[in-house]
């Protein structure tokens, strides 16, 4: 088929994802590029060349995670398989990953992605070259290579090998002859210097019922506890024209949902100055063909009235806004430098109660953030009450480089941080079972999303993000992506179950 790049068949790679949806975006972009390069991708590790890791670093144990798939894998190593760890942890960590994986080859974050055809080509050619000169010195083979802007020629990243080689652990270095090319170092590390998004029109779109957009990358917001605006670069905003252009192409291949992305939508400013982020919400609701749109994560202190105006005023986009509050009291809001008070917050909530369709709200919450009293952590319980959340994401505070909470101290034990995570929890999950219950015995549309075979019910989505499984006759068989109607008769703490009534109304895509 022509336009289908020719693929080496050689030339095979293995991608993990870790953490949120951005990450997991991101991923189907970097397939798509790698097999604009001729690559393959492959079900295991084993069969693979190349092994990726697109990588989380927002909590500690996330990071910890790679570390130890890296470990788990070394042994392949010897097989002269190839390894890259991609995204937070490679911007974060740097060429110190070299230093505690030494048979990693590649380390690029994710404001370098658009470099990554050129790294991936000076990869392969410096195996070559590895090789070449290992015969001649040892010394030599230590190549590395460079993809920092400030060593970045126009039209690409540049390549160097340096002759100095880096320092390798001693248990690691001994007197054991390097393997040829497993001590190639390309780095793509940015750090908050880039203007340029990761667009590429090569996305490997890997969930069969919603479409990722990018709509802007980065973070300016430099919350005390996260390490996102260090690994992810500044905030930087595509034109409503791409986006617009992406969404339309989406709707070609079948898509009738999307989810717009970004750690912050709401601070989408348009390079062309035609759109806010509510007008370009509603434009790509308004695209002939698609039927939900849904957005995140929202900021509250970006947050305007115009995008409940917008829910209002079009259909299409979905009955559903995450607005993280990370906690309730004002007090901790303020040392989180989060910029809003919990009155703030709570002025938001109200505007979503008083849309016209009922808008299902869900958050993030932090618990044991440094200095957080018994008085604050009651705070956050009785904001649970107060707005009567769907769903709220828990964390428990962890520290992070380079964030400025390090400087605060961290006094509360472990054991304090979980008994508040599990309190809270269990506060959640009453509210959950007393909303939920709500829905029994009422109509919901669904998309659907998949079958379970062990429980022989179909898996759908509500436009309020709310799991509906649902049985249906044989005669009906719904498709994956369809839409249905269906008859609530169940409600649990996280899903709902009911039975299909009909196909929905709309045509679908
Ligand atoms: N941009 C989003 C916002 O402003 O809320 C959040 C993005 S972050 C990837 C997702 C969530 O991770 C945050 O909302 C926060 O609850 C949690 N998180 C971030 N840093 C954390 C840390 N150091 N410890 C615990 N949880 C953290
Ligand atoms: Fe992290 Fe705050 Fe930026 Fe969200 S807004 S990504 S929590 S710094």
Known sequence: MSGVPQQDPQKTFY???????????????????????????????????????????????????????????????????????????????????????????????????????GMLVQLENAQVESAQVEGKSSKSSFGRIDSHPSKTTKGGASSFVDDAPISIPAEESGSRKPDAGSLVRITGLDDRQTDKCFETEFTARTNPHRAYITIIEGCDKFCAYCVVPFTRGKERSRTSASVLAEARQIVDLGYSEI?????????????????????????VGEVAGIKRVRFTTSHPRDFGRDIVCAIDAVPTLCDHVHLPVQSGSTRVLDAMQRLYTRERYLERI??????????????????????????????????????GYDAIFTFKYSPRPNTPALQLEDALPEEEKSRRLEVLMAKQRDIQ?????????????????????????????????????????????????????????????????????????????
């Open 350 to 387: 109200a505007w979503m109660k008083a849309a016209k369709r009922e808008i299902s709200i869900t958050t993030d919450v932090i618990v044991g953030f440094p200095g957080e009293t018994e008085e604050d952590f009651a705070e956050t319980l009785n904001l649970l009450d107060e707005v």
């Open 433 to 509: 079972i007393a909303r939920y219950k709500k829905y029994v015995g009422t109509a919901v549309e669904v998309m659907v999303e998949g079958y379970n075979e062990q429980r022989a019910q179909w898996i759908g989505r509500t436009t309020q993000n709310k799991t509906l499984n649902f049985t249906a006759p044989e005669t009906a068989s719904p498709k994956v992506g369809s839409y249905a109607q269906v008859l609530v008769t169940r409600s649990f703490p996280n899903s709902l179950a009911g039975e299909w009534i009909s196909a929905a109304a709309h045509p679908v895509v």
């Open 15 to 117: 991608l993990e994802t870790f953490g949120c949806q951005m990450n997991v975006h991101d991923s189907e972009k970097v397939v798509g590029t790698l097999v604009q390069q001729g690559y393959r991708q492959v079900e295991t590790v084993e069969q693979a060349d190349l092994i990726l890791y697109n990588t989380c670093s927002i909590r500690d144990k996330a990071e910890q995670k790679v570390f130890h798939r890296l470990a788990d894998y070394k042994k392949l190593q010897a097989q002269g398989k190839k390894f890259g760890v991609l995204g937070c942890v490679a911007q974060q960590e740097g060429e110190k990953i070299f230093e505690r994986a030494p048979h990693v080859s590649l380390v690029c974050g994710s404001a370098s992605y658009q470099n990554l055809p």
């Open 259 to 283: 989810q717009l992305l970004g750690q912050n939508v709401n601070s989408y400013r348009d390079p062309d100055g035609k759109k806010s982020f509510a007008e370009l919400l509603a434009a």
